[in-house]
């Protein structure tokens, strides 16, 4: 009955993809990391830290112009692309974004791009325009939730959510069932289920201690008490998935297992 439902434990359900690793950097990939405001980079230097931690190759991450004489020197890592008056992302950091893009294997948005509108028109361009594999992480999921199918149809593309941001997208969506707070493991399974065979994205969501993965029709769920941020479950999926790119359910599912 529950065929497409695995449930992972403390080992991987994939060992297989934990001993296939790439064993050095040269050839453990390339990840962009794309984030922050004028008033803060946390969000994009967990995203960077924790893909290091993940065994990521090489990381790029691009932050608004905005920040670059704060953040220089505490984040050496760091490159800027133009910004808004605001401080966030402007259109014209559109160029810089799909220059890097190329450069790398995938792109991952952090969750603290915040909801300008000049933002949110950039980060529309760039779906449109870069192919590869593309990673998004909490809130803006939620900040191109106006058209959901420009993320949930897109193909090569992961949601790392909440089950809040998860209910919001299904209601864009007009997704005929709801996914409630109150509702227990397998319904969330079983709708989770039905909403991924309706779209293209692959989908991580957190829900009270559980991170439940979706793709390809297939269901894991891992018991995660520590309850990581979208930001760290995004930046080990992205780092995963480039590695294991033929098997997206398999790298994702490792993923979200407490290394």
């Given at each position: 009955?529950?065929?497409?439902?695995?449930?992972?434990?403390?080992?991987?359900?994939?060992?297989?993809?934990?001993w296939?690793?790439?064993?050095?950097?040269?050839?453990?990939?390339?990840?962009?990391?794309v984030?922050?405001?004028?008033?803060s980079?946390?969000?994009?230097?967990?995203?960077?830290?924790?893909?290091?931690k993940?065994?990521?190759?090489?990381?790029?991450?691009?932050?608004?112009?905005?920040?670059?004489r704060?953040?220089?020197?505490?984040?050496?890592?760091?490159?800027?692309?133009?910004?808004?008056?605001?401080?966030?992302?402007a259109?014209?950091?559109?160029?810089?974004?799909?220059?890097?893009?190329?450069?790398?294997?995938?792109?991952?948005?952090?969750?603290?791009?915040?909801?300008?509108?000049?933002?949110?028109?950039?980060?529309?361009?760039?779906?449109?325009?870069?192919?590869?594999?593309?990673?998004?992480?909490?809130?803006?999921?939620?900040?191109?939730?106006?058209?959901?199918?420009h993320?949930?149809?897109?193909?090569?593309?992961?949601?790392?959510?909440?089950l809040?941001?998860?209910?919001?997208?299904?209601?864009?969506?007009?997704?005929?069932?709801?996914?409630?707070?109150d509702?227990?493991?397998?319904?969330?399974?079983?709708?989770?289920?039905?909403?991924?065979?309706?779209?293209?994205a692959?989908?991580?969501v957190?829900?009270?201690?559980?991170?439940?993965?979706?793709?390809?029709?297939?269901?894991?769920?891992?018991?995660?008490?520590d309850?990581?941020?979208t930001?760290?479950?995004?930046?080990?999926?992205?780092?995963?998935?480039?590695?294991?790119?033929?098997?997206?359910?398999?790298a994702?599912?490792?993923?979200?297992?407490?290394?």
């Amino acid at each position: 009955m529950h065929s497409h439902w695995q449930k992972q434990g403390k080992d991987p359900l994939f060992p297989n993809l934990v001993w296939a690793r790439p064993e050095t950097k040269a050839t453990a990939g390339k990840l962009l990391v794309v984030g922050g405001t004028g008033q803060s980079f946390a969000g994009a230097a967990e995203a960077y830290l924790q893909a290091e931690k993940a065994g990521i190759g090489s990381t790029r991450v691009i932050l608004p112009h905005s920040l670059e004489r704060t953040v220089s020197k505490l984040f050496p890592a760091a490159e800027f692309a133009p910004a808004t008056p605001s401080g966030s992302f402007a259109v014209s950091a559109l160029a810089e974004l799909l220059d890097a893009s190329s450069w790398a294997d995938g792109v991952l948005i952090a969750s603290d791009t915040g909801n300008n509108s000049e933002t949110i028109r950039l980060f529309e361009a760039f779906l449109e325009k870069y192919p590869g594999q593309l990673t998004l992480s909490g809130a803006t999921v939620e900040t191109l939730m106006t058209t959901p199918s420009h993320i949930l149809d897109r193909p090569e593309t992961t949601l790392v959510l909440t089950l809040e941001q998860l209910q919001k997208l299904a209601v864009a969506a007009h997704h005929t069932e709801a996914f409630t707070s109150d509702m227990g493991l397998l319904m969330l399974v079983e709708r989770l289920l039905d909403f991924n065979k309706l779209h293209t994205a692959h989908i991580i969501v957190t829900h009270e201690g559980t991170v439940a993965v979706a793709a390809d029709g297939h269901i894991s769920t891992t018991d995660r008490a520590d309850q990581p941020t979208t930001n760290a479950l995004a930046s080990h999926a992205a780092t995963w998935w480039l590695q294991t790119p033929a098997d997206p359910f398999a790298a994702l599912t490792t993923a979200v297992c407490k290394q």
